[in-house]
């Protein structure tokens, strides 16, 4: 749904009687930088347009508006009484590691969030194969090594036909954690099945293309140092096999369904006995989160997903803790292979929403006969909104003073309330490769960041 007026003029002041000016709602996109929360490029544009000439008008109608409220209505507000922002919202969120296209909604067009929920996208991401993570990604634990020499790229291209069209697609293994209102690593824990199937979504793929091919010691993308403790490994092979059954429409017998039980149960209490003593601590850090002040939750805190596309904005005046959700590594100058190491792929797909792309590198390992995971991921266009597009604006231009981004803002939110067409026809901007010498190492496992305001209008969350 489109905003129908542009302008509206405000008939009184906050203070003077006289006419504010212009009020601008609207949609733009926003190229999110790597590193940072959806929630946080929220945080700092509205930073920059507080005190804005463009967004004046909003905020001093919003205050005319609160100085009008009852007693009764100011003491509902729960928070921000005082703290007057411009409303905002963002229409499907980019976990931290990720880069592209975000889309951002300013006063009444936050309305309009909600229809970018099942519209397509556009990604690019590198497939890096030879060993697969606990999180689908780089940032994740190993989990297991495979072979990787006899990965070419004809053998993935073949492979990228059985993920064209429409299929029913697996959510990561730490994407699907409850069952039944348990995490799921408690069954392993104590030695149960699954008590259903893992719920599953149908996806589909209008495009997809490899559109480059790196040779083995051609790219600088490496696995995570990391291993995964006996117990992950454990709860990874349950699931895993609980997959393979259920999208094979393996059915057991009653007789085959207990013994299976029993084998599982037999088996995970004598692999919990044995790994106790190593594994200690390994309970605490999945079953429950740990206090920590906030220097430290902001040092620990990892990203979701993995991306290392484009470069770091200038740090805003006062950084929030969604600003970087990199955790800091460790450089070496061992890789984690013998060798030249393993092939990786850049691939370029057009899906629905609702496709995990963690899970496509993660599959598209298991279909070449060895292991892979996600190594970098851009959003190159969601819906008419795309990477280097007129209606998508580049972050760090915030940091360069309303004279740079108050015009882009402006042309942007003209062309949302334009009748005309917003951008369907433009290309989508070829994704930035990473300059770094290394692909960024991390060793933590896949948790969400913490817990931040609620925006206006969001929509669902996909990688």
Same mark, same amino acid.
């Given at each position: 749904?489109?905003?129908?007026?542009?302008?509206?003029?405000?008939?009184?002041?906050?203070?003077?009687?006289?006419?504010?000016?212009?009020?601008?709602?609207?949609?733009?996109?926003?190229?999110?930088?790597?590193?940072?929360?959806?929630?946080?490029?929220?945080?700092?544009?509205?930073?920059?347009?507080?005190?804005?000439?463009?967004?004046?008008?909003?905020?001093?109608?919003? =205050?005319?508006?609160?100085?009008?409220?009852?007693?009764?209505?100011?003491?509902?507000?729960?928070?921000?009484?005082?703290?007057?922002?411009?409303?905002?919202?963002?229409?499907?969120?980019?976990?931290?590691?990720?880069?592209?296209?975000?889309?951002?909604?300013?006063?009444?067009?936050?309305?309009?969030?909600?229809?970018?929920?099942?519209?397509?996208?556009?990604?690019?991401?590198?497939?890096?194969?030879?060993?697969?993570?606990?999180?689908?990604?780089?940032?994740?634990? =190993?989990?297991?090594?495979?072979?990787?020499?006899?990965?070419?790229?004809?053998?993935?291209?073949?492979?990228?036909?059985?993920?064209?069209?429409?299929?029913?697609?697996?959510?990561?293994?730490?994407?699907?954690?409850?069952?039944?209102?348990?995490?799921?690593?408690?069954?392993?824990?104590?030695?149960?099945?699954?008590?259903?199937?893992?719920?599953?979504?149908?996806?589909?793929?209008?495009?997809?293309?490899?559109?480059?091919?790196?040779?083995?010691?051609?790219?600088?993308?490496?696995?995570?140092?990391?291993?995964?403790?006996?117990?992950?490994?454990?709860?990874?092979?349950?699931?895993?096999?609980?997959?393979?059954?259920?999208?094979?429409?393996?059915?057991?017998?009653?007789?085959?369904?207990?013994?299976?039980?029993?084998?599982?149960?037999?088996?995970?209490?004598?692999?919990?006995?044995?790994?106790?003593?190593?594994?200690?601590?390994?309970?605490?850090?999945?079953?429950?989160?740990?206090?920590?002040?906030?220097?430290?939750?902001?040092?620990?805190?990892?990203?979701?997903?993995?991306?290392?596309?484009?470069?770091?904005?200038?740090?805003?005046?006062?950084?929030?803790?969604?600003?970087?959700?990199?955790?800091?590594?460790?450089?070496?100058?061992?890789?984690?292979?013998?060798?030249?190491?393993?092939?990786?792929?850049?691939?370029?797909?057009?899906?629905?929403?609702?496709?995990?792309?963690?899970?496509?590198?993660?599959?598209?390992?298991?279909?070449?006969?060895?292991?892979?995971?996600?190594?970098?991921?851009?959003?190159?266009?969601?819906?008419?909104?795309?990477?280097?597009?007129?209606?998508?604006?580049?972050?760090?231009?915030?940091?360069?003073?309303?004279?740079?981004?108050?015009?882009?803002?402006?042309?942007?939110?003209?062309?949302?309330?334009?009748?005309?067409?917003?951008?369907?026809?433009?290309?989508?901007?070829?994704?930035?490769?990473?300059?770094?010498?290394?692909?960024?190492?991390?060793?933590?496992?896949?948790?969400?960041?913490?817990?931040?305001?609620?925006?206006?209008?969001?929509?669902?969350?996909?990688?």
């Amino acid at each position: 749904m489109r905003i129908s007026k542009f302008l509206k003029m405000v008939a009184t002041g906050p203070a003077s009687g006289q006419i504010s000016g212009p009020i601008l709602d609207g949609v733009f996109g926003i190229n999110k930088p790597v590193g940072m929360s959806s929630a946080q490029v929220i945080r700092d544009c509205q930073h920059h347009f507080r005190p804005s000439a463009l967004f004046k008008p909003m905020i001093d109608q919003e =205050i005319a508006n609160r100085a009008q409220e009852s007693n009764s209505r100011r003491k509902k507000r729960r928070f921000g009484k005082d703290d007057i922002r411009v409303k905002m919202g963002h229409g499907g969120t980019l976990d931290p590691l990720a880069t592209g296209v975000l889309i951002l909604g300013v006063g009444k067009g936050t309305k309009s969030l909600q229809s970018f929920i099942d519209c397509t996208k556009t990604y690019e991401t590198v497939v890096l194969f030879g060993a697969s993570t606990d999180t689908y990604d780089r940032v994740g634990k =190993i989990l297991k090594k495979t072979a990787y020499d006899h990965i070419t790229r004809s053998m993935v291209e073949d492979a990228l036909d059985s993920f064209r069209g429409k299929y029913q697609q697996m959510p990561p293994l730490y994407s699907a954690l409850k069952m039944e209102g348990k995490p799921l690593y408690e069954y392993a824990r104590a030695g149960k099945p699954l008590p259903r199937e893992i719920a599953t979504r149908e996806v589909d793929v209008s495009e997809l293309e490899l559109v480059e091919w790196y040779e083995p010691g051609t790219h600088s993308h490496w696995w995570p140092m990391e291993e995964a403790t006996n117990f992950e490994r454990s709860f990874a092979e349950q699931v895993w096999k609980a997959e393979k059954d259920q999208m094979a429409s393996k059915k057991l017998t009653p007789e085959e369904e207990e013994a299976d039980t029993k084998a599982r149960k037999e088996h995970e209490n004598f692999k919990r006995k044995s790994d106790e003593t190593v594994d200690a601590l390994v309970y605490d850090r999945l079953g429950k989160r740990v206090k920590t002040n906030n220097q430290s939750r902001k040092d620990k805190d990892p990203a979701m997903m993995s991306g290392a596309l484009g470069e770091m904005p200038p740090a805003a005046p006062k950084p929030g803790k969604g600003s970087n959700l990199i955790p800091e590594t460790t450089n070496t100058d061992t890789p984690p292979w013998e060798g030249k190491g393993p092939p990786a792929a850049r691939i370029r797909m057009t899906v629905t929403s609702g496709f995990y792309v963690r899970s496509f590198c993660h599959d598209l390992g298991v279909k070449v006969s060895s292991a892979a995971m996600m190594a970098e991921l851009c959003r190159s266009r969601q819906g008419d909104f795309v990477l280097g597009g007129s209606n998508c604006m580049e972050f760090p231009d915030l940091g360069k003073g309303e004279s740079v981004w108050g015009p882009q803002v402006e042309s942007m939110l003209e062309q949302w309330n334009s009748k005309g067409d917003t951008g369907s026809t433009q290309p989508a901007l070829r994704a930035k490769q990473n300059k770094s010498p290394k692909a960024a190492q991390s060793s933590v496992s896949e948790k969400t960041e913490p817990a931040e305001p609620a925006e206006p209008v969001t929509a669902s969350s996909v990688d």
